[in-house]
């Protein structure tokens, strides 16, 4: 409910913001066409030029140095989700999937999900070589039940593991306050990235 | 969902991950009625409690805890049940404030299904230690639901609950809409354009189909099912692996929003201590020669107490006996029959029962028990046992009826089938009484040591014969181990209390109804009818007095009446009649197979009657023939 009030509102300001520095145009008109939700445009406008982020004169809008910060941010976040999911869909696809979540996902998330496209290669299995706090970059388990499991325990791409001791047949693991005994068939399935 | 408006019960389900303290909200609620540990599956099926709270009455219904709603076993299921069964007037989510974002990936689900919905927030000072801080309100604002925090021990928040419980029973429920990339949405959109014929939200149905849930996979005819599973492997989608990611993403989301880290976030102090400690406790070699220590000095220390304890009582009740005038009649007789069967009973079981419920009490509350199992769980998985039925097993020994329907944390049949097979070598508090009660404190504490030996020989040759047989593949190891927690003296005491009162209600009235009943057969000359025809049994294949089948078919049906209908049986003096060889061969023979009727029912209602049968014959003929072996090697060594 809460959640829904807000998005709409949000969403066409992000997209007015980016719309501006990808299309490169200063149209009013052209940008309402490029929105998600064309019925908020009104409104996000006049919230933009009152938190400074626009200039409107007559039919055109201009970014104020501070709004181009702003579109800096969101057109950074779109690319790095879009590069993201690039590796499973294709590149339309990936785009309209950053297009939803560059809205809702934070900059914390944007950041993680550079890291861990940078990163997922740079991992590698649980194998109680190597001990510390490391960088979970990839879960890969093809029981789905077991993987829904795994992650409602916080076993999750972008969340920080520790490896804590050998036990017989495995190990234990520490994800933030949470102690977990898994055996060498789970920990051969969480890929780790170790600083 | 149902309206609530006009009715006066309302009916408020408690339902979070494991070990967040929903049995500790219903105690705080409604007062000590179900039991509380420290680990995961404590909670094996529903328990309802009801109140009257400022004029409206309140049912309130524990649940085992689950971690998502894709149930994995039997208790999982009936959380998912009690949730989403219409009766239910609101939700309670109780979250973890330490670790919210798994805790918010439930709760999004259970939001998601259309339930009204509070969410009550537990262990808020550890939070605040570990320097988090959570916004209720902004947290609230975002989910569309009252977050209240609680704590269950100095009962701070529970009227602000009960408050926004009532609220939440009058208004709509919330929706949330998690967003899903536009593949899953575009077939979610599918999903829902067939007009699923069911009361729940049909946008939570079609993601509890593509999560590939069995209750809610029916709802599809096999066509649309084919066009989904062809669009879903044109577009290659991992779907329940990207419907769970994409949770777990918002949930991480409003975590982050709805709460303000004060300082770095820093591992909870009882992590710290827990891991110091487990470095020990779990160490490959020093931690099962802990937990054989253990449970070594558990027995011994019952041994050593329970029978110090139990002679006590024993000198006590003869002496009360004693004063009764004996004048022949008929019901003075039973009378005295009667009393010597119930304080025997007593006597032999109580200090046994009571000491190990302790003994219990404690070491759940610390959270020793997954430690156990970590450490026993090589062995287990070597006779294709699932480790976290190591539990169940020692529940065993208070009790085999609640210790079969813990099984229930199992996932699969063939699995609990052979784990409960194995409580015919376990013996239960009762039978506890028997090996350290009777053939300890009648035939000599030495008989102690080779009688476990038996048990544990014979349950080893069952456990082999398992292991050949059983072809199944057991579920990857996935335990989570709670930290150490001091235990709380009430908490214990509640605990043993609410477990001792099976023995009390149940057992005591038994013993009195066993001892006079068995006054009234002897009376009317039908012991005698009973123990020729078993003699082939009793003197034959045990030798052991031919009266013994008395206790031995009293003992079936409550296994405290085999000590006392002994007692009774032989008078007074056991160990006047009966040799150490034949103490040592009556307690095997007692001990193992199905330990009394009680256990039938509730092994049926687990495993189905078929099964129930074929344990009850099978482990009962194999005690025969343990006990029976084991007499005639015994004899072969010249014990007698």
């Given at each position: 409910?809460?959640?829904?009030?807000?998005?709409?509102?949000?969403?066409?300001?992000?997209?007015?913001?980016?719309?501006?520095?990808?299309?490169?145009?200063?149209?009013?008109?052209?940008?309402?066409?490029?929105?998600?939700?064309?019925?908020?445009?009104?409104?996000?406008?006049?919230?933009?030029?009152?938190?400074?982020?626009?200039?409107?004169?007559?039919?055109?809008?201009?970014?104020?140095?501070?709004?181009?910060?702003?579109?800096?941010?969101?057109?950074?976040?779109?690319?790095?989700?879009?590069?993201?999911?690039?590796?499973?869909?294709?590149?339309?696809?990936?785009?309209?999937?950053?297009?939803?979540?560059?809205?809702?996902?934070?900059?914390?998330?944007?950041?993680?999900?550079?890291?861990?496209?940078?990163?997922?290669?740079?991992?590698?299995?649980?194998?109680?070589?190597?001990?510390?706090?490391?960088?979970?970059?990839?879960?890969?388990?093809?029981?789905?039940?077991?993987?829904?499991?795994?992650?409602?325990?916080?076993?999750?791409?972008?969340?920080?593991?520790?490896?804590?001791?050998?036990?017989?047949?495995?190990?234990?693991?520490?994800?933030?306050?949470?102690?977990?005994?898994?055996?060498?068939?789970?920990?051969?399935?969480?890929?780790?990235?170790?600083? | 969902?149902?309206?609530?408006?006009?009715?006066?019960?309302?009916?408020?389900?408690?339902?979070?991950?494991?070990?967040?303290?929903?049995?500790?909200?219903?105690?705080?609620?409604?007062?000590?009625?179900?039991?509380?540990?420290?680990?995961?599956?404590?909670?094996?099926?529903?328990?309802?409690?009801?109140?009257?709270?400022?004029?409206?009455?309140?049912?309130?219904?524990?649940?085992?805890?689950?971690?998502?709603?894709?149930?994995?076993?039997?208790?999982?299921?009936?959380?998912?049940?009690?949730?989403?069964?219409?009766?239910?007037?609101?939700?309670?989510?109780?979250?973890?404030?330490?670790?919210?974002?798994?805790?918010?990936?439930?709760?999004?689900?259970?939001?998601?299904?259309?339930?009204?919905?509070?969410?009550?927030?537990?262990?808020?000072?550890?939070?605040?230690?570990?320097?988090?801080?959570?916004?209720?309100?902004?947290?609230?604002?975002?989910?569309?639901?009252?977050?209240?925090?609680?704590?269950?021990?100095?009962?701070?928040?529970?009227?602000?609950?009960?408050?926004?419980?009532?609220?939440?029973?009058?208004?709509?429920?919330?929706?949330?809409?998690?967003?899903?990339?536009?593949?899953?949405?575009?077939?979610?959109?599918?999903?829902?354009?067939?007009?699923?014929?069911?009361?729940?939200?049909?946008?939570?149905?079609?993601?509890?189909?593509?999560?590939?849930?069995?209750?809610?996979?029916?709802?599809?005819?096999?066509?649309?099912?084919?066009?989904?599973?062809?669009?879903?492997?044109?577009?290659?989608?991992?779907?329940?692996?990207?419907?769970?990611?994409?949770?777990?993403g918002t949930a991480s989301f409003l975590a982050t929003q709805?709460?303000?880290?004060?300082?770095?976030?820093?591992?909870?102090?009882?992590?710290?201590?827990?891991?110091?400690?487990?470095?020990?406790?779990?160490?490959?070699?020093?931690?099962?020669?802990?937990?054989?220590?253990?449970?070594?000095?558990?027995?011994?220390?019952?041994?050593?107490?329970?029978?110090?304890?139990?002679?006590?009582?024993?000198?006590?009740?003869?002496?009360?006996?004693?004063?009764?005038?004996?004048?022949?009649?008929?019901?003075?007789?039973?009378?005295?029959?009667?009393?010597?069967?119930?304080?025997?009973?007593?006597?032999?079981?109580?200090?046994?029962?009571?000491?190990?419920?302790?003994?219990?009490?404690?070491?759940?509350?610390?959270?020793?028990?997954?430690?156990?199992?970590?450490?026993?769980?090589?062995?287990?998985?070597?006779?294709?046992?699932?480790?976290?039925?190591?539990?169940?097993?020692?529940?065993?020994?208070?009790?085999?009826?609640?210790?079969?329907?813990?099984?229930?944390?199992?996932?699969?049949?063939?699995?609990?089938?052979?784990?409960?097979?194995?409580?015919?070598?376990?013996?239960?508090?009762?039978?506890?009484?028997?090996?350290?009660?009777?053939?300890?404190?009648?035939?000599?504490?030495?008989?102690?040591?080779?009688?476990?030996?038996?048990?544990?020989?014979?349950?080893?040759?069952?456990?082999?014969?398992m292991r050949i047989l059983s072809k199944d593949k057991l579920?990857?190891?996935?335990?989570?181990?709670?930290?150490?927690?001091?235990?709380?003296?009430?908490?214990?005491?509640?605990?043993?209390?609410?477990?001792?009162?099976?023995?009390?209600?149940?057992?005591?009235?038994?013993?009195?109804?066993?001892?006079?009943?068995?006054?009234?057969?002897?009376?009317?000359?039908?012991?005698?009818?009973?123990?020729?025809?078993?003699?082939?049994?009793?003197?034959?294949?045990?030798?052991?007095?031919?009266?013994?089948?008395?206790?031995?078919?009293?003992?079936?049906?409550?296994?405290?009446?085999?000590?006392?209908?002994?007692?009774?049986?032989?008078?007074?003096?056991?160990?006047?009649?009966?040799?150490?060889?034949?103490?040592?061969?009556?307690?095997?023979?007692?001990?193992?197979?199905?330990?009394?009727?009680?256990?039938?029912?509730?092994?049926?209602?687990?495993?189905?009657?078929?099964?129930?049968?074929?344990?009850?014959?099978?482990?009962?003929?194999?005690?025969?023939?343990?006990?029976?072996?084991?007499?005639?090697?015994?004899?072969?060594?010249?014990?007698?």
């Amino acid at each position: 409910m809460g959640i829904n009030r807000h998005r709409a509102l949000k969403v066409a300001k992000e997209d007015i913001l980016r719309a501006i520095v990808e299309f490169q145009t200063d149209s009013i008109e052209e940008i309402r066409q490029e929105l998600e939700t064309p019925e908020s445009f009104t409104r996000a406008i006049d919230q933009l030029v009152t938190e400074g982020l626009v200039r409107i004169s007559e039919r055109s809008v201009r970014l104020t140095p501070a709004g181009e910060e702003a579109a800096g941010v969101i057109v950074t976040r779109h690319r790095a989700i879009e590069d993201y999911f690039r590796q499973e869909v294709d590149c339309e696809e990936a785009h309209r999937i950053a297009h939803k979540l560059e809205h809702v996902i934070i900059e914390e998330v944007v950041y993680s999900l550079k890291r861990i496209r940078e990163l997922e290669s740079k991992g590698r299995p649980l194998s109680g070589d190597e001990w510390g706090e490391g960088l979970i970059t990839r879960v890969d388990i093809a029981d789905s039940r077991l993987f829904d499991r795994m992650i409602s325990m916080g076993i999750c791409p972008g969340q920080w593991i520790r490896t804590i001791k050998r036990i017989h047949g495995g190990l234990i693991i520490l994800l933030g306050n949470t102690q977990l005994a898994v055996d060498w068939e789970i920990a051969s399935q969480i890929e780790v990235m170790f600083p | 969902m149902t309206a609530s408006q006009g009715k006066k019960t309302l009916k408020v389900v408690l339902v979070g991950q494991p070990n967040v303290g929903k049995s500790c909200l219903l105690n705080a609620l409604v007062g000590p009625c179900v039991t509380i540990s420290n680990y995961p599956g404590t909670t094996v099926e529903t328990t309802q409690a009801k109140r009257e709270i400022g004029g409206t009455s309140f049912i309130f219904v524990d649940s085992p805890g689950t971690y998502s709603l894709s149930d994995r076993s039997e208790d999982e299921r009936a959380t998912k049940h009690a949730l989403l069964s219409n009766d239910m007037d609101v939700a309670v989510i109780v979250l973890d404030a330490c670790s919210l974002e798994r805790g918010l990936y439930f709760a999004l689900q259970v939001i998601e299904s259309g339930v009204k919905t509070v969410i009550a927030m537990n262990f808020i000072e550890d939070a605040i230690e570990k320097g988090i801080t959570i916004e209720y309100d902004r947290l609230g604002r975002l989910l569309g639901v009252p977050v209240v925090p609680f704590n269950p021990f100095t009962k701070r928040g529970l009227d602000n609950l009960i408050d926004e419980i009532r609220n939440a029973s009058r208004l709509q429920s919330a929706t949330i809409d998690v967003l899903y990339d536009d593949h899953i949405e575009s077939v979610i959109s599918m999903l829902i354009e067939e007009g699923l014929d069911i009361s729940l939200p049909t946008r939570f149905v079609a993601l509890r189909i593509l999560e590939e849930d069995k209750d809610f996979l029916h709802l599809v005819n096999k066509t649309t099912m084919k066009r989904i599973t062809d669009k879903i492997s044109k577009d290659c989608l991992r779907i329940t692996e990207d419907i769970a990611r994409m949770r777990y993403g918002t949930a991480s989301f409003l975590a982050t929003q709805g709460t303000k880290i004060i300082h770095r976030e820093t591992r909870k102090k009882e992590v710290i201590d827990s891991l110091r400690i487990d470095r020990w406790l779990l160490h490959r070699f020093g931690g099962p020669a802990f937990t054989l220590l253990f449970f070594s000095a558990l027995f011994y220390t019952l041994l050593v107490v329970g029978g110090a304890i139990q002679c006590l009582l024993m000198t006590v009740s003869e002496d009360l006996i004693a004063l009764i005038p004996v004048d022949g009649g008929f019901l003075t007789q039973m009378l005295i029959d009667g009393l010597t069967g119930v304080t025997a009973g007593v006597a032999m079981a109580l200090p046994y029962v009571f000491l190990f419920y302790i003994i219990l009490g404690l070491t759940e509350d610390i959270g020793l028990l997954p430690r156990f199992v970590v450490n026993v769980q090589r062995t287990l998985r070597f006779f294709h046992i699932p480790e976290r039925g190591f539990i169940s097993l020692m529940l065993g020994l208070g009790c085999t009826v609640p210790a079969v329907t813990s099984t229930r944390i199992i996932r699969e049949r063939d699995q609990r089938v052979r784990l409960i097979f194995l409580y015919a070598f376990v013996p239960c508090s009762s039978r506890l009484g028997i090996i350290l009660g009777v053939v300890a404190f009648y035939g000599g504490d030495r008989l102690v040591l080779p009688l476990f030996a038996t048990l544990g020989i014979a349950a080893l040759f069952w456990l082999l014969i398992m292991r050949i047989l059983s072809k199944d593949k057991l579920d990857p190891i996935l335990l989570e181990l709670p930290t150490y927690r001091r235990p709380m003296i009430s908490n214990i005491a509640h605990k043993s209390w609410l477990r001792m009162r099976e023995f009390v209600v149940v057992v005591i009235p038994l013993l009195i109804l066993g001892g006079v009943m068995y006054s009234l057969i002897d009376q009317l000359g039908g012991t005698a009818v009973l123990i020729g025809p078993f003699a082939f049994v009793t003197e034959g294949l045990l030798g052991l007095p031919a009266e013994t089948i008395i206790p031995i078919l009293f003992g079936f049906v409550q296994k405290d009446l085999t000590g006392a209908m002994l007692v009774s049986v032989l008078g007074g003096d056991v160990a006047a009649v009966m040799t150490p060889l034949q103490m040592f061969t009556f307690g095997v023979v007692t001990s193992i197979g199905i330990p009394c009727m009680i256990v039938l029912p509730a092994m049926s209602r687990e495993i189905g009657w078929k099964n129930t049968f074929v344990i009850f014959v099978t482990t009962g003929l194999f005690s025969l023939v343990v006990a029976s072996t084991a007499w005639r090697i015994a004899l072969l060594f010249g014990f007698t």
